[in-house]
Nanobody
Framework: QVQLVESGGGLVQPGGSLRLSCAAS????????MGWYRQAPGKQRELAAA???????NYADSVKGRFTISRDNAKNTVYLQINSLQPDDTAVYYCRAAYGPAVYWGQGTQVTVSS
């Protein structure tokens, strides 16, 4: 069973930054895709940023230029650097990993942007 544990969320003022971490219980190199999704109150879960199966990065249009996904294979951890936070970025951020037909989710970390 794969475990994904997110951390780094919190309350931040507009314009602030956060770095989210997703620690996996096994080598992240084994996953086909890995990334971050988010779910705002009353809305569907949506892609924020991810590594694709061919090693590229994919970002939602709403976060391009502000979010950066990165990885540390030695630590089995994927990061999401979030800059210039806006109130619309308020959501639970989930880490997702896939290997073949299997999809794994973390428990989520809350990001709240408010003055």
């Amino acid at each position: 069973q794969v475990q994904l544990v997110e951390s780094g969320g919190g309350l931040v003022q507009p314009g602030g930054s956060l770095r989210l971490s997703c620690a996996a219980s096994r080598s992240i190199s084994s996953f086909t895709t890995m990334g971050w999704y988010r779910q705002a109150p009353g809305k569907q879960r949506e892609l924020a940023a991810a590594f694709t199966s061919d090693g590229r990065t994919n970002y939602a249009d709403s976060v391009k230029g502000r979010f950066t996904i990165s990885r540390d294979n030695a630590k089995n951890t994927v990061y999401l650097q979030i800059n210039s936070l806006q109130p619309d970025d308020t959501a639970v951020y989930y880490c997702r990993a896939a290997y073949g037909p299997a999809v794994y989710w973390g428990q989520g970390t809350q990001v709240t942007v408010s003055s």
